[in-house]
């Protein structure tokens, strides 16, 4: 048995929110539109959003199976992880798995947050809010909740931090593409990156929550390779748009990216403004952009084995264990078993960073 105090937290797991997460929570404006769960005799029970696709929620519910099953057999919300959206049946997942406490993040909602529809995304997001808080409180030490937020103004955004803040939220989810006319690096949001800094609010920004994540090239498995890509070109944004040089103390997190790539980044982030910061319009930063990466940015992972072999290459405080639960892609209920495997070869004291001490300091958490 894995002791307490020794137990890894996730700083990336999800929600596998349940048939009236949004019909029960919704404003009342948007009742009738709110997304619903039907039962479709070939992929079980599927979430009907507005103007989107049908999802098979058996997708969101697959840790653990056999990956040969994975959007092949007929699944019900009876036969998923009932951990997924029932609080006392989650922290006996967590207890299976060896962990400790997670960070939540949505799964239906990481599509939501993109919905074309600013009002009705802004609708739906907060109505997944609200049933987080109430499915939080049911252990505050160990489900920690990530708000998410539609940012229809930068002013709404400011007071939609001070609101999840005060809703006990550790953090904050954030749409890849802003739909305001300046991108992230524009001076325009600089009011909300400082209320993030001054409500202590970690900002977030998930693999696939970006309106082009589907649109890769080729095969269709390519776009999963494919998927952490805008989260890294939102990386180079704040870096190369100045954000982190105006706003030091901002905590950017790179959510479920995986992380071995990071050395190369850096050093071509560096290359690049050696080399054509003069022939190209650039913000004139005051150090090299891989410093600003090793001190703003953390980026979490899960079965990533190669971070372990160039953890000395990386700033290994701003990396993030996660566990995934109870996504497909998890570790769950195998976490622990992989980590002896994979981060056998670290000191104590770096693995005690990177599977728990980094994500209680980020999160500020008890």
């Given at each position: 048995?894995?002791?307490?105090?020794?137990?890894?937290?996730?700083?990336?797991?999800?929600?596998?929110?349940?048939?009236?997460?949004y019909?029960?929570?919704?404003?009342?404006?948007?009742?009738?539109?709110?997304?619903?769960?039907?039962?479709?005799?070939?992929?079980?029970?599927?979430?009907?959003?507005?103007?989107?696709?049908?999802?098979?929620?058996?997708?969101?519910?697959?840790?653990?199976?056999?990956?040969r099953?994975?959007?092949?057999?007929?699944?019900?919300?009876?036969?998923?992880?009932?951990?997924?959206?029932?609080?006392?049946?989650?922290?006996?997942?967590?207890?299976?798995?060896?962990?400790?406490?997670?960070?939540?993040?949505?799964?239906?909602?990481?599509?939501?947050?993109?919905?074309?529809?600013?009002?009705?995304?802004?609708?739906?997001?907060?109505?997944?809010?609200?049933?987080?808080?109430?499915?939080?409180?049911?252990?505050?030490?160990?489900l920690?909740?990530?708000?998410?937020?539609?940012?229809?103004?930068?002013?709404?955004?400011?007071?939609?931090?001070?609101?999840?803040?005060e809703?006990?939220?550790?953090?904050?989810?954030?749409?890849?593409?802003?739909?305001?006319?300046g991108?992230?690096?524009?001076?325009?949001?600089?009011?909300?990156?400082?209320?993030?800094?001054?409500?202590?609010?970690?900002?977030?920004?998930?693999?696939?929550?970006?309106?082009?994540?589907?649109?890769?090239?080729?095969?269709?498995?390519?776009?999963?390779?494919?998927?952490?890509?805008?989260?890294?070109d939102?990386?180079?944004?704040?870096?190369?748009?100045?954000?982190?040089?105006?706003?030091?103390?901002?905590?950017?997190?790179?959510?479920?990216?995986?992380?071995?790539?990071?050395?190369?980044?850096?050093?071509?982030m560096?290359?690049?403004?050696?080399?054509?910061?003069?022939?190209?319009?650039?913000?004139?930063?005051?150090?090299?952009?891989?410093?600003?990466?090793?001190?703003?940015?953390?980026?979490?992972?899960?079965?990533?084995?190669?971070?372990?072999?160039?953890?000395?290459?990386?700033?290994?405080?701003r990396?993030?264990w996660?566990?995934?639960?109870?996504?497909?892609?998890?570790?769950?209920?195998?976490?622990?078993?992989?980590?002896?495997?994979?981060?056998?070869?670290?000191?104590?004291?770096?693995?005690?960073?990177?599977?728990?001490?980094?994500?209680q300091?980020?999160?500020?958490?008890?």
């Amino acid at each position: 048995m894995v002791q307490a105090a020794a137990k890894a937290i996730s700083a990336d797991s999800h929600i596998c929110e349940p048939a009236d997460c949004y019909t029960r929570f919704i404003d009342a404006r948007f009742k009738a539109d709110a997304p619903y769960v039907i039962r479709d005799p070939q992929r079980g029970d599927m979430f009907v959003v507005r103007d989107r696709p049908p999802l098979a929620m058996a997708f969101i519910s697959n840790a653990g199976r056999d990956p040969r099953d994975h959007g092949v057999r007929f699944l019900t919300y009876p036969e998923f992880h009932q951990g997924g959206w029932i609080p006392a049946a989650r922290l006996e997942d967590q207890d299976r798995d060896g962990v400790a406490a997670e960070m939540l993040y949505p799964s239906l909602g990481m599509s939501i947050s993109h919905h074309p529809d600013r009002d009705y995304r802004h609708a739906c997001l907060w109505a997944y809010n609200r049933w987080l808080q109430e499915f939080c409180a049911y252990a505050p030490d160990r489900l920690h909740g990530i708000g998410a937020v539609a940012l229809r103004s930068v002013s709404e955004g400011i007071e939609e931090f001070r609101r999840l803040k005060e809703m006990g939220m550790k953090g904050v989810m954030m749409p890849v593409n802003p739909e305001l006319e300046g991108d992230y690096h524009d001076p325009m949001w600089d009011p909300l990156w400082r209320a993030a800094v001054e409500l202590g609010l970690p900002i977030s920004f998930h693999a696939l929550t970006g309106r082009n994540d589907y649109a890769a090239r080729g095969p269709e498995l390519n776009w999963w390779n494919f998927a952490m890509r805008s989260v890294q070109d939102l990386i180079g944004t704040f870096i190369f748009g100045g954000v982190f040089q105006r706003h030091p103390q901002l905590k950017f997190i790179a959510a479920e990216c995986d992380a071995g790539w990071i050395p190369h980044f850096m050093y071509r982030m560096d290359h690049v403004f050696e080399r054509h910061r003069y022939s190209k319009k650039a913000v004139s930063l005051e150090r090299p952009p891989s410093e600003y990466f090793r001190d703003n940015v953390y980026v979490s992972f899960q079965d990533d084995w190669s971070v372990f072999k160039v953890v000395d290459l990386v700033n290994h405080e701003r990396l993030l264990w996660a566990n995934d639960y109870p996504h497909g892609d998890a570790t769950w209920p195998n976490s622990q078993k992989l980590l002896a495997e994979q981060a056998a070869g670290l000191a104590p004291a770096v693995k005690e960073r990177i599977l728990r001490a980094n994500v209680q300091e980020v999160y500020r958490l008890n």
